[in-house]
C-alpha cells in the first residue's frame, strides 16, 4: 500500500485535449516529484517542488505545467501533447532537510498514470 | 558518458544463486546513493540506501566506492520473488535540501525454479 496516490491510472487522450494528472501524498513529506518513464529509458526527472515552490524544471517543454496548491497535492497539466510524450508518469515525495545539505531521504513513488496520446 | 550507467542484463540466475549488479556514475560529488526494486510496470521501491562503509539488509549487501564512483548489489540465495529490475539511484542534489535523483536504466533479473 502506497503512501502516495495517483489518479488516474490509465489516460488516453488526443493531441488536441486538455487533461490533468494528480498526485496525492499522506505521509508528511514537503517534496514533491514528477517523473517520466519511456519504455527502454531510465526515469526522467521532470519538476521538483519544495516546501511548496518549484526549485527544479529539468528542460521540460511548456506543453507539461505543474501545479503545487500545497505540499499534499501535485498536479500536473496537460495540452497539446505529441505522440512521444507517451509514457509512464510517476509522481514522488521525499522529507526536505530544511537547512540545506544534502538529504538521503528516500523518495516513496505513486504506482503511476500511463498516458497514451493518439 | 552517461550519467548512471547499468548493464541492463537480463541476469538469469537459478534460485539459490547468489547474483552482483554493479553501477558507475558520473558525478563526484554525489552523497547519497540508493537501490531501488521495479517490478513489471509498477512504481519503483526503495530497496536500500548505499553507505560509504557498505551495508547489508538480510539478503541485500550495497557497497558504494567513491575513488572509483562505482556501486554494487550483492543478492545472496535469490528467491523467485527476487525478479524484478533494480534501479541503481543517485542523487545529483548536494546542498540543495531536496533531492534531484539520476536513475540507471536498471537491470533485470529472471530467478527461475
Redesign the interface.
Known sequence: ETGVTQTPRHLVMGMTNKKSLKCEQHLGHNAMYWYKQSAKKPLELMFVYSLEERVENNSVPSRFSPECPNSSHLFLHLHTLQPEDSALYLCASSQVVTTGGYSNQPQHFGDGTRLSIL | RKE?EQDPGPFNVPEGATVAFNCTYSNSAS??F?WYRQDC??????LM?VYSSGNEDGRFTAQLNRASQYISLLIRDSKLSDSATY?CVV?W??????????????TRLLVSP
Open positions: 548512471v552523497q547519497s540508493f510496470r509498477k512504481e519503483p521501491k526503495l540506501s534501479l542523487n542534489g548536494v546542498n540543495t535540501g531536496f533531492q534531484k535523483l539520476v536513475f540507471g536504466t536498471g
